[in-house]
């Protein structure tokens, strides 16, 4: 059977070209970056490029970009950096809506007696600006926003948000990881404090990831060791991992357009048949959202029996986010946005990358409306023409 993979902002297939630049660092070039000989040369040359790489995705200097092991550290570092050093302000500001990143580590800052303000969004899952700005009080030492959100796609306006933080003396992140590579970023022209980013969102492997820290903030690192990372993270560069982190930005760069043309086509043929079944609607502001995602609710079925049909057809699919999938709770996003039960029982993710093809997705649409008709057909509530409540 073939697989249809349309999980990408779950985690995307590893770059051939990305492995393959990766492969001699396991190798032969195992040398120690920090190491003064030779074989401790090649490979602190190979870093260089890596990080000139992925800092011309993202328009920053290259001395701004720390690695670290994944999104869920860059996040992490970024939050626990702010707090650590303005210990007078103990208040972190962020959304509703965050990944479980932001969202767990603030519920343990609060057990902390940090003080945590969630900012709420509206039915489209849009920022309220409004309760965004009421939020900035003397005492917050960090707002964190994401750019795009993983389950939506839905775009917060983090550049305006970054501005207001910066007349506030306010430091300003955003998690960035289903962003990245899929939006031109030019962080130069922005006043965003810090950024995070992860590898496996974007074509590199699991397990690397990055924090931009802009030149001159105040940082304390997370990982207190050596001297890597000009001391913002302890610990040996991983560096196959960067490496290969390298040419995913590289590949990124080229194919941002593409991602905005031939991905948000696909998507938007998707999404358009498939709001012809009945009793489906979109999650999420369809002006501003990514280019490669749709959330979509089949109203009176389980979002659980439609991807366990799909993946028997071949098709990988998710609702919300692959973090929290497993509970029967509606997500946490759809919650906030305020979603009918019945409308967020029965939502689905699906999110395309540039490996997907238009023959995928004739083909996915044809699958479609016969598995949901069958599990409508099955469902007692929809046979009695009474929504599930
Ligand atoms: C995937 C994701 C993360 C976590 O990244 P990991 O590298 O898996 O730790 C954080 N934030 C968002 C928005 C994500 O989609």
Same mark, same amino acid.
């Given at each position: 059977?073939e697989?249809?993979?349309?999980?990408?902002?779950?985690?995307?297939?590893?770059?051939?070209?990305v492995?393959d630049?990766?492969?001699?660092?396991?190798?032969?070039?195992?040398?120690?970056?920090?190491s003064?000989?030779? *074989?401790?040369?090649?490979?602190?040359?190979?870093?260089?490029?890596?990080?000139?790489?992925l800092?011309?995705?993202?328009?920053?200097?290259?001395?701004?970009?720390?690695?670290?092991?994944?999104?869920?550290?860059?996040?992490?570092?970024?939050?626990?950096?702010?707090?650590?050093?303005?210990?007078?302000?103990?208040?972190? /500001?962020?959304? *509703?809506?965050?990944?479980?990143?932001?969202?767990?580590?603030?519920?343990?800052?609060?057990?902390q007696?940090?003080?945590?303000?969630?900012?709420? /969004?509206?039915?489209?899952?849009?920022?309220?600006?409004?309760?965004?700005?009421?939020?900035?009080?003397? @005492?917050?030492?960090i707002?964190?926003?994401?750019?795009?959100?993983?389950?939506?796609?839905?775009?917060?306006?983090?550049?305006?948000?970054?501005?207001?933080?910066?007349?506030?003396?306010?430091?300003?992140?955003?998690?960035? /990881?289903?962003?990245?590579?899929?939006?031109?970023?030019?962080?130069?022209?922005?006043?965003?404090?810090?950024?995070?980013?992860?590898?496996?969102?974007?074509?590199?492997?699991k397990? +690397?990831?990055?924090?931009?820290?802009?030149?001159?903030?105040?940082?304390?690192?997370?990982?207190i060791?050596?001297?890597?990372?000009?001391?913002?993270?302890?610990?040996t560069?991983?560096?196959?991992?960067?490496?290969?982190?390298?040419?995913?930005?590289?590949?990124?760069?080229?194919?941002?357009?593409?991602?905005?043309?031939? /991905?948000?086509?696909?998507?938007?043929?998707?999404?358009?048949?498939?709001? *012809?079944?009945?009793?489906?609607?979109?999650?999420?502001?369809?002006?501003?959202?990514?280019?490669?995602?749709?959330?979509?609710?089949?109203?009176?079925?389980?979002?659980?029996?439609?991807?366990?049909?799909?993946?028997?057809?071949? +098709?990988?699919?998710?609702?919300?986010?692959?973090?929290?999938?497993?509970?029967?709770?509606?997500?946490?996003?759809?919650?906030?946005?305020?979603?009918?039960?019945?409308?967020?029982?029965?939502?689905?993710?699906?999110?395309?990358?540039?490996t997907?093809?238009?023959?995928?997705? @004739?083909?996915?649409?044809?699958?479609?409306?016969?598995?949901? @008709? *069958?599990?409508?057909?099955?469902?007692?509530?929809?046979?009695?023409?009474?929504?599930?409540?």
């Open positions: 059977m697989t249809i993979y349309f999980d990408n902002n779950a985690t995307t297939a590893v770059d051939p070209l492995l630049a990766m492969l001699p660092y396991f190798k032969d070039l195992y040398g120690n970056p920090s003064i000989h030779h *074989k401790g040369a090649q490979v602190a040359e190979a870093l260089k490029k890596a990080r000139n790489s800092a011309s995705l993202l328009g920053c200097d290259p001395g701004e970009i720390v690695y670290t092991s994944c999104g869920t550290e860059s996040d992490n570092t970024a939050i626990w950096s702010a707090l650590f050093t303005q210990p007078e302000k103990r208040r972190l /500001v962020t959304s *509703k809506v965050e990944h479980s990143a932001v969202v767990n580590l603030a519920s343990f800052l609060r057990q007696n940090y003080q945590v303000t969630e900012v709420g /969004v509206d039915r489209q899952g849009r920022l309220d600006w409004e309760g965004f700005k009421a939020s900035l009080t003397p @005492d917050t030492a707002v964190s926003l994401h750019w795009a959100n993983n389950e939506t796609g839905v775009l917060f306006p983090v550049e305006e948000a970054a501005e207001l933080c910066r007349e506030k003396g306010i430091i300003f992140h955003t998690d960035a /990881v289903q962003a990245v590579g899929k939006i031109p970023i030019d962080l130069k022209k922005t006043k965003i404090d810090m950024l995070s980013l992860s590898g496996h969102k974007l074509h590199a492997p397990g +690397i990831g990055a924090l931009f820290v802009r030149n001159g903030l105040k940082f304390a690192p997370f990982l060791g050596g001297h890597q990372e000009r001391g913002r993270r302890g610990g560069e991983n560096v196959p991992y960067i490496v290969g982190l390298g040419i995913a930005a590289e590949l990124a760069t080229k194919r941002v357009k593409e991602e905005n043309v031939r /991905v948000k086509a696909l998507r938007d043929k998707l999404e358009q048949s498939l709001l *012809k079944i009945s009793y489906t609607s979109v999650n999420g502001d369809k002006e501003n959202r990514l280019p490669n995602t749709t959330n979509i609710s089949f109203e009176h079925l389980q979002s659980d029996s439609i991807l366990f049909m799909l993946s028997q057809e071949g +098709i990988c699919a998710s609702s919300g986010s692959a973090c929290t999938s497993g509970s029967l709770d509606p997500s946490h996003v759809l919650r906030a946005m305020g979603t009918s039960y019945s409308a967020a029982q029965g939502s689905i993710r699906l999110s395309l990358a540039i997907n093809t238009e023959e995928e997705v @004739d083909k996915a649409l044809k699958l479609f409306p016969q598995i949901i @008709d *069958k599990l409508r057909d099955q469902s007692p509530a929809w046979k009695d023409g009474s929504p599930t409540k």
